[in-house]
């Protein structure tokens, strides 16, 4: 019964700033992996930033140095904060939460997406 809502999507203009969020609702483990990827028509799915329960962050080369991903674990919430914007970042965005060591084995979960749309 997991649910991921994403929010914070929309049209920006190039250089500038969006902030994603996901909140999640229902059972969330303690050892989880969040991030975020993203999707363009005709083109596979692509991790954009991963952060673990240990606070290790991984993020694609296209947007190191621009991209941030934080958390609050209080509130089963993941963030991406995403500056100097690109026309090249524009995209549906998808949250996803995995936990490696659910209760019937790996679990990995998904949002339904929030378009991100970067245009003069």
């Known amino acids: 019964q997991v649910q991921l809502v994403e929010s914070g999507g929309g049209l920006v203009q190039p250089g500038g700033s969006l902030r994603l969020s996901c909140a999640a609702s229902g059972r969330i483990f303690s050892i989880t992996t969040m991030g975020w990827y993203r999707q363009v028509p005709g083109k596979e799915r692509e991790l954009v930033a991963q952060i673990d329960n240990n606070r290790f962050t991984r993020y694609a080369d296209s947007v190191k140095g621009r991209f941030t991903i934080s958390n609050n674990n209080a509130v089963n919430t993941v963030y991406l904060q995403m500056n100097s914007l690109r026309p090249e970042d524009t995209a549906v965005y998808y949250c996803?939460?995995?936990?490696?060591?659910?209760?019937?084995?790996?679990?990995?979960?998904w949002g339904k997406g929030i378009l991100v749309t970067v245009s003069a």
């Open positions: 996803n939460f995995y936990f490696p060591y659910g209760p019937s084995g790996a679990m990995d979960h």
